[in-house]
C-alpha cells in the first residue's frame, strides 16, 4: 500500500469522524422529538411514534405562534439594522482616508475584547432610564453596531474595486447613491455571509434577552425552551422538539444562502 | 468638442508632492497622450481632471470654465479606467445607461444612446450579457460605450489597453484611433506604452516625477527630444547613449571624445548651446542612424546577440562596457563577432551633463 494511500485513508477516517460529530446531535435532537421523554433518557437511537403527542404537549404549554413572531421580529430587524449599520461603518472605514482612521478602528477591535458580562449591568441600567425595558427595541438596539460585522465588511471592503466607486462618481451618482447601487449589488456574497451570521446570533441570543425581556408576552423561543428545562420533570421529547423547531429557521437560511456563504467568507466579489 | 487648459497644476499628499505645476493646454479635438514611466504622476493627472482626486493649487479650465471643485459628473467627462469599472451584476445595457439614467433621461432616449453607441462599437448582440461573460475585448469596448453615450466634451481613457493582451492591444489601439477620427472627440489618454503614445497621438505629453518633460507631437518628440528622459524614453528599440568629453570648442561646433571607445573623435556642429572644454556629454544616437563603417566616425563592436524581426534586424553590440543596439537592414547579419558602425554626426544628440539637450 502506497503511502498517499494510507494519508488518504487517514484524511477519509478524519473526515468521516468529524462529520459523525457534526451530525450526530441533530440525529439525536430529531429522533428525540418523536419518542417518549423515558425512551430519550434510555438512551434509543430509532425514531418513534410520540411526535404528534409531544407537538400536543408543546402547544399547551408555550403560545408556538407568539414565540416564534417573537423571534422572528427581532432576529430580522436585528439583522437588517446590523447589516445597515455595520455595513456603512465597514465602506467607511475603508473608503474614506483620514488621519485618525485605524486609530478608532483599532479601539474598536480592542473593544471586541470585553466580555458580554462585564457589559451586562451598564446597558441594563442605560436601557431602564430609557425605560425601553421589556421592550424589543432594547434587545435590539445594543447589537446593531456589530464590531465584528463591521470589521467583517471593512475587510470584505477591501476586495471592492476602487475604480467602480470613481466609475459611479464620474457617472453621477451620490455617495449614498454609490452604497446602495453599487457597492451592496457588487457585495452580495458579503452580505449573504453576514445574514447568516447576525440572523443566528440574534435568533440565539439568550443572556441579553433573558435579562431585559420579562412578560410571557414578549419571550423568543430560546428562553421558552430554557423554562421547558426548568420544569420539576421535564419532558424530553417536547424539548427535543422545541429544540428541532428553534433550529429550523437557522438551517433555512443557511442552505439558502450556502453559496453565497462560501464566497463571502472567501472575500469574492463577483 | 471643448478645449482644456492647465495653469500651474500641482498635488500635493500632506507635505509630500506628486504634481509639481503643469501647465498644459489641449484643443479641441486634439488626442493627447500623458506618457511616464511608473510613478511619475500621468494617472494623478488625470484624475485631477476628471475630479477624482483634488487640486492642490492651479487652475484647470475646461471649455474656458473653471473646474477645479465641480463634481466629475458635471465637468463634461467621461472616463475609461484600466480594469473597465464595469458594474458587475449590470447587463451591458444597463451598465451603458447607467449615467443616463442618473441624469434623468427619458427611457426611450436613454435606448437611443444605448443602440446608438452599441451600433458604433458593434456591441449589439452582447447588450444583455453581463460584464463577466465577456472578454476583456469586449469589456473595454462596453467601459468605451459607457462613455460615449454621455456625449462628454473631453474622453479621459486611464491606461485602458493595459490588461488586453499583445494581438488584442494592437486591434483595441487601431479601434480607438478609428474611434476618435468618427467621433471627432477630444481625448486625453495615459499610458506607459510609449508605442501606444507614439501611434495615437496628435500630441504626446511626456511627465517624469510629477513634472512635464517635454510637449510635442510623436516625431518632434523623437527627432528632437529637449533631454536624456525624453530621447531614452521614447523610440523603441531606445536610443544608445556614448559617453563623451569636449576636447575643443570652435565657432558653432564641439569637439566630442568618446572615452569608452578609445577617444574616438567626432564634431558636432551646435547652434547656441555650446559645452564647455572638459565638460562630460551625452551622445545619443538612435538605432537605425548608425552607417556603415567608412562613412564618418567609426566604431567596432563585440555582437552579442541578433534579433532578425525578418524586415529588419536588431543587433545588440558591446563596446567599452556600454551596451549598443544597431538596426541593420540585412536580412542575414551572418556568423560574425564584431560589427564596424558609423555614427553620422547630423543624427547625433548632444546632451550635456544634466542630460539637457545642446542644440
Not at chain 2, 451603458?96 to 432616449?109: C, I, S, T, V
Not at chain 2, 510637449?215 to 530621447?231: E, H, R, S
Not at chain 2, 543596439?325 to 560589427?339: A, P
Request: include cysteine.
Amino acid at each position: 500500500m502506497s503511502l498517499a494511500l494510507v494519508r488518504r485513508g487517514g484524511v477519509y477516517v478524519f473526515l468521516s469522524i468529524a462529520t459523525f460529530l457534526s451530525v450526530f446531535p441533530f440525529y439525536w435532537m430529531a429522533v428525540g422529538a418523536t419518542n417518549q421523554s423515558p425512551d430519550i433518557v434510555r438512551g434509543k437511537l430509532g425514531l418513534g411514534s410520540n411526535l404528534l403527542v409531544n407537538f400536543q404537549h408543546l402547544m399547551t404549554q408555550v403560545d408556538l405562534p407568539r414565540v416564534f413572531g417573537n423571534s422572528f421580529f427581532i432576529a430580522v430587524v436585528s439583522t437588517l439594522l446590523t447589516l445597515i449599520v455595520s455595513s456603512l461603518a465597514g465602506y467607511g472605514f475603508e473608503m474614506f482616508r483620514s488621519r485618525i482612521r485605524e486609530r478608532i478602528f483599532q479601539l474598536l477591535l480592542l473593544l471586541l475584547s470585553i466580555p458580554f458580562a462585564a457589559l451586562m449591568v451598564p446597558l441594563f441600567v442605560m436601557i431602564s432610564r430609557a425605560q425601553l425595558n421589556n421592550t424589543f427595541t432594547a434587545v435590539i438596539l445594543p447589537g446593531i453596531a456589530s464590531i465584528f460585522i463591521v470589521f467583517y465588511f471593512r475587510q470584505a471592503t477591501k476586495a471592492f474595486p476602487r475604480e467602480l466607486r470613481d466609475a459611479a462618481r464620474v457617472d453621477g451618482l451620490k455617495e449614498w447613491q454609490i452604497f446602495l447601487f453599487v457597492y451592496m449589488p457588487t457585495m452580495r456574497s458579503t452580505y449573504a455571509a453576514a445574514t447568516i451570521i447576525v440572523f443566528m446570533n440574534a435568533w440565539n441570543n439568550y443572556l441579553w434577552p433573558l435579562i431585559v425581556l420579562q412578560t410571557p408576552d414578549n419571550k423568543t423561543i430560546t428562553l421558552v425552551i430554557s423554562t421547558l428545562t426548568a420544569a420539576y420533570t421535564p419532558d424530553y421529547g417536547v424539548i427535543l422538539l422545541a429544540t428541532v423547531l428553534a433550529t429550523a429557521p437557522t438551517l433555512v437560511i443557511f442552505f439558502v444562502l450556502q453559496r453565497q456563504f462560501v464566497q463571502g467568507m472567501l472575500g469574492a466579489v463577483k | 468638442m471643448t478645449s482644456l487648459s492647465l495653469k500651474g497644476v500641482r498635488k500635493s499628499y500632506g507635505q509630500h508632492p506628486v504634481i509639481k505645476g503643469v501647465d498644459l493646454t489641449v484643443d479641441s479635438r486634439e488626442f493627447v497622450v500623458f506618457v511616464g514611466p511608473s510613478g511619475c504622476g500621468k494617472s494623478t493627472l488625470l484624475r485631477m481632471i476628471a475630479g477624482l482626486e483634488s487640486i492642490t493649487a492651479g487652475e484647470l479650465e475646461i471649455g474656458g470654465k473653471r473646474m477645479n471643485d465641480v463634481d466629475p459628473s458635471k465637468r463634461g467627462i467621461a472616463m475609461v479606467f484600466q480594469s473597465y469599472a464595469l458594474y458587475p451584476h449590470m447587463s451591458v445595457r444597463d451598465n451603458m445607461g447607467f449615467a443616463l439614467r442618473f441624469a434623468g433621461k427619458p427611457k426611450d432616449e436613454i435606448a437611443r444612446q444605448v443602440n446608438e453607441a452599441a451600433r458604433i462599437l458593434e456591441l449589439g448582440p452582447l447588450l444583455d450579457r453581463l460584464p463577466a461573460q465577456l472578454s476583456g475585448g469586449q469589456r473595454q469596448r462596453v467601459a468605451i460605450g459607457r462613455a460615449i453615450v454621455r456625449h462628454p466634451d473631453v474622453f479621459l481613457f486611464d491606461e485602458p489597453l493595459s490588461n488586453l493582451d499583445a494581438e488584442l492591444r494592437v486591434h483595441m489601439r487601431i479601434e480607438l484611433a478609428r474611434l476618435h477620427r468618427e467621433l471627432q472627440a477630444t481625448i486625453i489618454y495615459v499610458t506607459h506604452d510609449q508605442v501606444e503614445a507614439m501611434t495615437l497621438a496628435d500630441k504626446i505629453v511626456v511627465l517624469r516625477e510629477g513634472e512635464v518633460s517635454q510637449v510635442g507631437t510623436p516625431l518632434q518628440l523623437y527627432d528632437d527630444p529637449d533631454n536624456l528622459f525624453v530621447a531614452g524614453f521614447i523610440g523603441s528599440p531606445k536610443m544608445n547613449f556614448l559617453s563623451g568629453e569636449v576636447v575643443d570648442v570652435g565657432a558653432g561646433t564641439a569637439s566630442i571624445a568618446l572615452v569608452n571607445h578609445g577617444g574616438v573623435r567626432l564634431t558636432k556642429p551646435l547652434g547656441a548651446s555650446l559645452p564647455k572644454k572638459g565638460e562630460r556629454v551625452t551622445l545619443g544616437i538612435r538605432p537605425e542612424h548608425f552607417g556603415v563603417a567608412g562613412a564618418g566616425t567609426d566604431l567596432t563592436l563585440a555582437v552579442d546577440v541578433a534579433e532578425h524581426l525578418g524586415s529588419t534586424t536588431y543587433v545588440y553590440a558591446n563596446g567599452g562596457g556600454e551596451r549598443l543596439i544597431i538596426q541593420r537592414e540585412e536580412r542575414h547579419m551572418g556568423d560574425t563577432d564584431t560589427i564596424a558602425v558609423s555614427i553620422p554626426t547630423e543624427a547625433a544628440l548632444l546632451f550635456d551633463s544634466a542630460g539637457k539637450r545642446l542644440r
